[in-house]
């Protein structure tokens, strides 16, 4: 089945420091999500990708659908403890008749700590 | 506060047991899905349902797992013959008819099982 190579897989950072994560994939997306999620909880939609080159900003948040529309990176400047959690992409793949609308394919995720 | 709610939130069960999970989306929510995540990875499709007709399973959904949402309202999620590998977290996620990601696709906090 499909798979996105979501990297790095954890980041340790300082209070502060910009973040970039990313993906990949052997397929062509549509659609390019990414999500947060905090322990115990389910994941929280931050930003969603609807065309390939399309750059959009969330707050400090930024991500990019790439042009191949096979990958999609997300950068978080000024990192503040808050921002402590498990990050994941995701990614829906183009179906003629519309069927599987909403069915996604996640990464296995980027882990971010931020130490004060 | 999500709108999708799931019950129960953890559920201990001893190997070979049935156990059942239920999501209650929006009333508006036409299309719903259930996830699997197991700890370290992102989640995985299972099925999802337009109204009350379920469209699409995966291969994740075994035999021993059936899903259900009649009236096309809440949905029930039922594992058979509970074994040790189906520990994990259960997600549902509702869709707005007519909703985009942004403001229709919503995740439940999930159901965390544990079977031993």
């Known amino acids: 089945g499909q798979q996105l190579n979501q990297s790095p897989q954890s980041m340790f950072i300082q209070e502060g420091e910009d973040v970039s994560m990313n993906c990949t994939s052997s397929?062509?997306?549509?659609?390019w999500l990414w999500y947060k999620q905090d322990p115990g909880e389910g994941p929280v939609l931050l930003i969603a990708l609807y065309k390939a080159g399309e750059l959009t900003s969330n707050g400090r948040l930024t991500a990019q659908f790439g042009i191949t529309r096979k990958d999609s990176f997300l950068n978080i400047s000024a990192s503040i403890p808050s921002d402590v959690g498990i990050y994941f992409c995701a990614g829906q793949i183009p179906n003629a008749g519309g069927t599987s609308y909403g069915k996604l394919t996640f990464g296995q995720g980027t882990i971010l700590t931020v130490h004060p | 506060d999500t709108g999708v709610s799931q019950n129960p939130r953890h559920k201990i069960t001893k190997r070979g047991q049935n156990v059942t999970f239920r999501c209650d989306p929006i009333s508006e929510h036409n299309r719903l899905y259930w996830y699997r995540q197991t700890l370290g990875q992102g989640p995985e499709f299972l099925t999802y349902?337009?109204?009350?007709?379920?469209?699409?399973k995966s291969r994740l959904l075994s035999d021993r797992f059936s899903a259900e949402r009649p009236k096309g309202s809440f949905s029930t999620l039922e594992i058979q013959r509970t074994e040790q590998g189906d520990s994990a977290m259960y997600l549902c996620?509702?869709?707005?008819?007519?909703?985009?990601?942004?403001?229709?696709?919503?995740f439940g906090s999930g159901t965390r099982l544990t079977v031993v």
């Open positions: 397929s062509i997306f549509n659609t």
């Open positions: 996620a509702g869709l707005l008819a007519g909703g985009g990601f942004e403001d229709g696709y919503t």
């Open positions: 349902f337009q109204n009350e007709a379920q469209l699409e």
